[in-house]
């Protein structure tokens, strides 16, 4: 069966680090996307790419990065990691008829 | 500015009670409308999405939604709930010709026995 994964599930490390999330989905889709869920502000867009070597800035997209090399993978990159960015993070992929498909989500701590 | 908007933060309701998630959205023209569900600590699973056509739509798990153009809503319901249907429930648009969606806040909903 197709699906999104997500790896680390689970990330702890220190203020100013490079961290990278891993994404990777086998629908063959050509939109993805990456959230972060915070309480009470529900998921806010990241970034997101619509094809190979397209990617686009979201709402909060200071201190992220993206990039899009093949169709199955967007990793997610914080330059230089702050505490503001501790949160859950989720990739998504969708097809033209706009339904997303979302991963498991990853769980990234600050310190 | 798009906005969507999901009045209840937090609704409980009694096991075979219905009920109702509300949804209202700001944009200049009728987008497309889905209801995510999220179980603790899980990603979020698509209950239903409206594009055209018939106004009140099924989804899985027994829920449904009416698109109500008049109103801007786009409320979820369910006759009858289930323990587990305890969970957060998001309502997403994203405007037609466009792929990205925009989230309410959530509804948390706790079923009490």
């Known amino acids: 069966d197709a699906e999104i994964t997500q790896s680390p599930r689970h990330k702890i490390t220190e203020t100013g680090r490079q961290v990278t999330l891993a994404c990777h989905q086998t629908w063959n889709h050509n939109n993805m996307f990456w959230y972060r869920q915070d309480l009470g502000h529900g998921l806010r867009l990241i970034h997101y790419?619509?094809?190979?070597?397209?990617?686009n800035k979201g709402e909060v997209s200071d201190g992220y990065s993206v990039s899009r090399s093949n169709t199955e993978d967007l990793p997610l990159t914080l330059e230089s990691a702050a505490s503001s960015q501790t949160s859950v993070y989720f990739c998504?992929?969708?097809?033209?008829?706009?339904?997303?498909?979302f991963g498991p989500g990853t769980r990234l701590t600050v310190t | 500015a798009q906005s969507v908007t999901q009045p209840d933060i937090h609704i409980t309701v009694s096991e075979g009670a219905s009920l109702e998630l509300r949804c209202n959205y700001s944009y200049g023209a009728t987008p497309y409308l889905f209801w995510y569900v999220q179980s603790p600590g899980q990603g979020l699973q698509l209950l239903l999405k409206y594009f055209s056509g018939d106004t009140l739509v099924q989804g899985i798990k027994g829920f449904e939604a009416e698109f109500k153009r008049s109103q801007s809503s786009f409320n979820l319901r369910k006759p009858s709930v289930h323990w587990s249907d305890a969970a957060e429930y998001f309502c997403?648009?994203?405007?037609?010709?466009?792929?990205?969606?925009?989230f309410g806040a959530g509804t948390t909903v706790t079923v009490r026995a």
């Open positions: 998504a992929s969708s097809e033209s008829t706009g339904e997303q498909y």
């Open positions: 997403a648009v994203g405007p037609r010709g466009d792929y990205k969606l925009s």
């Open positions: 790419s619509y094809g190979v070597q397209d990617t």
